[in-house]
């Protein structure tokens, strides 16, 4: 089992991610509405967390690499669990592991990393030391169905929101890991080809078609503030191949 993963994200008209290439919101719109409106809409998802890849959550945090040798020798690798405290996760899909958090927090919700078992064992006790929980996605770090079982069985998660970037969304899809889209459509355009779009799956093949097989069913419509566009899909699995 894993958790439901419901992909929630915000962008352009045209699907790009980097707000402030955005054409702006009408004269006199508060420019806190956009980030309000999301979080709202966030909370109404009911998730327990939600998950960013590496590049996202390096925006986020701002701790400092540790010397070496922090603490003795781990022989196995398997998923650690820090004073979570009943608090929603912050989640980091970061195989090679690069961040350092320096923290077991990001505001209220406690930090998880999801790794690859080549991590170091001196970064392993780095995270322990800052309280970070961390679990496991295979030897490669990329075998993210493992990580979500982890999620639930150890950590104990039921729902949990996507959050991009593009490249983390496009691994989930490929990996026909996502049960829910819920878009928010802010009313502006970016226009530049190559600009990081919602979901960005890089294959090895020129054809592959990461979202076959499967169908989006609409849940629902609503207007929100500011002309924002609230779409929720759900996704139809039963013409992927077993």
């Known amino acids: 089992m894993r958790p439901k993963i419901i992909c929630h994200m915000i962008g352009s008209i045209d699907g790009r991610l980097l707000s402030n290439r955005w054409t702006p919101l009408p004269e006199g719109t508060d420019t806190g509405t956009v980030l309000k409106v999301y979080e709202e809409a966030a909370k109404r998802l009911g998730g327990q967390g939600w998950i960013v890849g590496r590049k996202t959550m390096a925006d986020m945090v701002r701790g400092e690499?540790?010397?070496?040798?922090?603490?003795?020798?781990?022989?196995?690798?398997?998923?650690?669990?820090?004073?979570?405290?009943?608090?929603?996760?912050?989640?980091?899909?970061?195989?090679?592991?690069?961040?350092?958090?320096?923290?077991?927090?990001?505001?209220?919700?406690?930090?998880?990393?999801?790794?690859?078992?080549?991590?170091?064992?001196?970064?392993?006790?780095?995270?322990?030391?800052?309280?970070?929980?961390?679990?496991?996605?295979?030897?490669?770090?990329?075998?993210?169905?493992?990580?979500?079982?982890?999620?639930?069985?150890?950590?104990?998660?039921?729902?949990?929101?996507?959050?991009?970037?593009?490249?983390?969304?496009?691994?989930?899809?490929?990996?026909?890991?996502?049960?829910?889209?819920?878009?928010l459509v802010y009313p502006g355009i970016d226009g530049l080809a190559g600009v990081p779009s919602i979901f960005q799956y890089y294959g090895n093949q020129g054809d592959e078609r990461p979202a076959a097989g499967r169908s989006l069913r609409l849940l629902s419509v609503e207007t929100l503030s500011a002309g924002i566009v609230w779409l929720r899909y759900t996704i139809d699995h039963s013409g992927r191949s077993q």
């Open 65 to 183: 690499k540790q010397p070496q040798n922090v603490t003795g020798t781990l022989t196995q690798r398997v998923p650690y669990i820090g004073k979570r405290q009943g608090r929603a996760l912050a989640v980091a899909v970061d195989p090679s592991g690069k961040l350092h958090y320096g923290t077991d927090h990001l505001g209220s919700e406690h930090v998880v990393a999801i790794l690859s078992e080549h991590v170091s064992d001196d970064y392993l006790a780095q995270l322990r030391k800052d309280g970070v929980s961390y679990l496991f996605a295979g030897a490669d770090g990329r075998n993210l169905n493992l990580a979500m079982q982890t999620m639930a069985s150890t950590f104990g998660v039921e729902t949990i929101l996507l959050e991009g970037g593009g490249a983390t969304n496009g691994a989930f899809l490929k990996a026909d890991l996502i049960d829910e889209i819920s878009l």
